[in-house]
């Protein structure tokens, strides 16, 4: 056995074994194993640490988004709101202005009408005096009826007026 090939190639592979025990082989080997576990523990923190800092974000842009959302509303609500208000306050002024417009376009049919009945009145007593004197004139003669139709004109115009 000692010539064969297999035996030296297990005494070497034994050598080669104690060499990297006598070197530290096996302490270096735990050493990058720790060290890779390390760092994937510190990869797997940070990731969480990520995690958590990204659903704080998401929750929190969710309550931003809710919030402006129901400012949205509110904005919305109070438009309609101001819009019913100032629908109504210009009916109410348009209500006023045809009133007063109604008023005022009433006033002027009655001072209109007194207006055209002050001036009927007035050309009915000039045609009554005219016709008065004219019927008087007909009928009675002298100094007399000149009197007599001077009084009764003067007595027309007085209750005329």
């Not at 050598?15 to 006598?22: E, K, L, N, R």
């Not at 202005?97 to 376009?105: F, I």
């Amino acid at each position: 056995m000692l010539n064969s090939d297999t035996f030296w190639a297990l005494v070497a592979l034994i050598i080669f074994v104690g060499i990297i025990i006598a070197v530290g082989g096996p302490g270096m080997i735990a050493r990058a194993l720790d060290g890779r576990t390390n760092r994937i523990r510190t990869e797997l923190d940070e990731a969480r640490k990520a995690r958590e800092e990204a659903q704080a974000l998401l929750a929190e842009y969710q309550r931003r988004r809710r919030d402006a959302e129901a400012e949205a509303q509110s904005i919305v609500e109070e438009a309609r709101k101001e819009a019913r208000r100032l629908t109504e306050e210009a009916n109410e002024k348009l209500r006023d202005m045809v009133e007063r417009r109604t008023k005022s376009a009433e006033a002027k049919i009655a001072q209109a009408e007194a207006h055209a009945t002050a001036e009927i009145r007035g050309r009915a007593s000039e045609l009554a005096i005219a016709a008065a004197t004219d019927i008087l004139k007909a009928r009675v003669a002298g100094a007399t009826a000149d009197r007599l139709v001077s009084d009764s004109i003067e007595t027309v115009r007085q209750r005329l007026n």
